[in-house]
Structure formats: structure tokens, C-alpha cells
């Protein structure tokens, strides 16, 4: 069974920068896509930014783009989000996700992670 924990998330001002990070287990970690998506309240849950397991190859969205990079270590099962310049509408809870499969639609992704708050004050 596949494991996902988050953490990095909290409050910080605009402008700031978080690091999440998500611990992985469970699964052959080098082989999976990786990745983040957002869920404000009252929205759907979008599409953040993947990663794909062998070639690291970086799927993201044009909102975060600049400002948002995501990245893998295999050596440590864990995936990590780092954001910077980040703005109001950011806010959301952030979930990682496991897939064997590419990860940019949720309805196909098969694992989470329990989510991490972050909150961006103006």
C-alpha cells in the first residue's frame, strides 16, 4: 500500500517562500510520477506540477510557472514542492500524489496524501 505524508506547509507572507516536502513508501519510488495538486475552498482540486519517475521529466501549469519547482530524490522516497513569490491565491491545502502513471488530472491519480496547509497572508 502506498504511503504519502506531506509537511512544510503553514503561513507566510506574500512574497515568501515554503518547502514541501512528501515522504513516500509503500511502492518502487523511482518508477512512480510524483507530484502536487491544490484545493481551495470552494474549488476543485487542480493540477500543480508533476514529475515522472525515471527521466525526471517536469509537467507544471502557467500560474505557478517561475515561481513553483518541483523535484525528486529517489534516494529518499520524497518529493518536494518549493515555492516562492508566493501570492494570496495560493492558499489552498497542497496533496502530493503517486501514480505509475502521468499525474495532471485527479480523477486518475490513485494515491494522496493527507494534505498540507499553506496559507498566504497580503
Known amino acids: 500500500q502506498v504511503q504519502l505524508v506531506e509537511s512544510g506547509g503553514g503561513l507566510v507572507q506574500a512574497g515568501g517562500s515554503l518547502r514541501l516536502s512528501c515522504a513516500a513508501s509503500?511502492?518502487?519510488?523511482?518508477?512512480?510520477?510524483m507530484g502536487w495538486f491544490r484545493q481551495a475552498p470552494g474549488k476543485e482540486r487542480e493540477f500543480v506540477a508533476a514529475?515522472?519517475?525515471?527521466?525526471?521529466?517536469?509537467y507544471g501549469v502557467d500560474t505557478t510557472k517561475g515561481r513553483f519547482t518541483i523535484s525528486r530524490d529517489n534516494a529518499k522516497n520524497t518529493v518536494y514542492l518549493q515555492m516562492n513569490s508566493l501570492k494570496p491565491e495560493d492558499t489552498a491545502i497542497y496533496y502530493c500524489?503517486?501514480?505509475?502513471?502521468?499525474?495532471?488530472?485527479?480523477?486518475?491519480?490513485?494515491?494522496w496524501g493527507q494534505g498540507t496547509q499553506v496559507t498566504v497572508s497580503s
Open positions: 500524489a503517486a501514480d505509475p502513471a502521468t499525474i495532471t488530472i485527479a480523477r486518475t491519480v490513485s494515491n
Open positions: 509503500g511502492h518502487i519510488f523511482s518508477s512512480y510520477f
Open positions: 514529475i515522472s519517475g525515471s527521466r525526471g521529466s517536469i
